[in-house]
């Protein structure tokens, strides 16, 4: 059980399960609320300090102060949350560190097949991509789904019609390359059995106008078959926003996300049963997706700025900056982000 939570200028919750005192949400509307604030996470997993070496770990750290400093930046010259979102999964899109662009995961046939999704927390507008192939940076595409069509969602050839109709960015086959990724694959090959879940990217915003936004992309699982499809662009179980309750970005076994409803069970649990925002991720990620057998986490962030996350891993690449602090990331459950 984890659940990492930051509130006002300090406070900080470690473990905060069911049973942990959380505020109300009209005490946490009474706090400190910062100007903006955002959130991220870059895959949750059983990784630990023995599987990350200390080169590796400078080397996350380092990936996600960067990811937050630019949606960061974004949001503090008046750019909206989707701008921040967007921004914000783009850089770790280019970083070969994550499973998601760059560093997508081959699937069973040795392709890179990109899923994307985004929402935007003032009218639930959103917009999906999946099976997309070679177009640089998939939650562009998915923002432009969600704003320049009657669609929500594209997945495989249509998708990439999409994408090149709207003018989204191409990249080579081999821009997706990586020796990381292809060894995974070629360890999948061997056992003819799926590997390495984490590496999915998300991003949680609030902007000066009080809007909240969230977007998860990933290329999903290491040797999934053919035509796949995970939870991160899965309106609903990968990803959700809305500016009554909170923005929500998953990442892990997609599979039982879905079965769940992870992003929108946290939303209808604080809408419809008045939980806070850490509550309700507790509760769904501990007592429902969990209790399946799924594993993972999500990053989430309430009406006021206030983010939280909640896993059941060892480990979970992720941070948060607020207008009111500075960058604060950690990549293992015990770690202590410091606002």
Known sequence: MRCTSFFGLSLFLLACGPTAESPSPNEMERGSAPNWSIAIHGGAGHFDTERLSPEQQTAY???????????????????????AVVATISIMEDDSLF???????????????????????????????????????????????????????????GAGEFASAVGAEPADASWFDTKKAHDRYLK??????????????????L???????????????????????????????????????????????????????????????MLHGGETLNEAAERTIQDEMGALGGDGGIVGMDRVGNPTF?????????????????P????????????
């Open 328 to 339: 604060a990331v950690g990549l293992f459950a015990t770690d202590v982000l410091e606002p």
């Open 99 to 157: 499973n998601a662009g760059r560093g997508a995961v081959y699937t069973a046939t040795g392709a890179h097949e990109l899923d994307a999704s985004i929402m935007n927390g003032a009218d639930r507008n959103c917009g999906a991509i999946t099976g997309l192939q070679g177009f640089r940076h998939p939650i562009e595409v998915a923002r432009h789904v969600m704003e320049d069509s009657e669609h929500v969602f594209f997945s495989g050839h």
């Open 310 to 326: 909640s896993m059941n891993t060892p480990g979970m690449f992720r941070g948060a900056l607020r207008s009111d602090g500075a």
């Open 207 to 269: 902007d000066r106008e009080g809007h909240l936004a969230a977007g998860t992309s990933t290329g999903g699982m290491t040797y999934k078959r053919h035509g796949r499809i995970g939870d991160s662009p899965v309106i609903g179980a990968g990803t959700w926003a809305d500016d009554r309750t909170c923005a929500i970005s998953a990442t892990g076994w997609g599979e039982y996300f879905i079965r769940t409803a992870v992003a929108h069970d946290i939303h209808a649990r």
């Open 188 to 205: 999948a090959l061997e056992r003819d059995t799926t590997r390495e879940k984490f590496g999915t990217v998300g991003c949680v915003a």
């Open 61 to 83: 750290r380092a990936s996600l102060t960067l990811a937050l400093n630019t949606g960061g930046a974004v949001l503090e010259a008046g750019g909206s949350a989707i701008d």
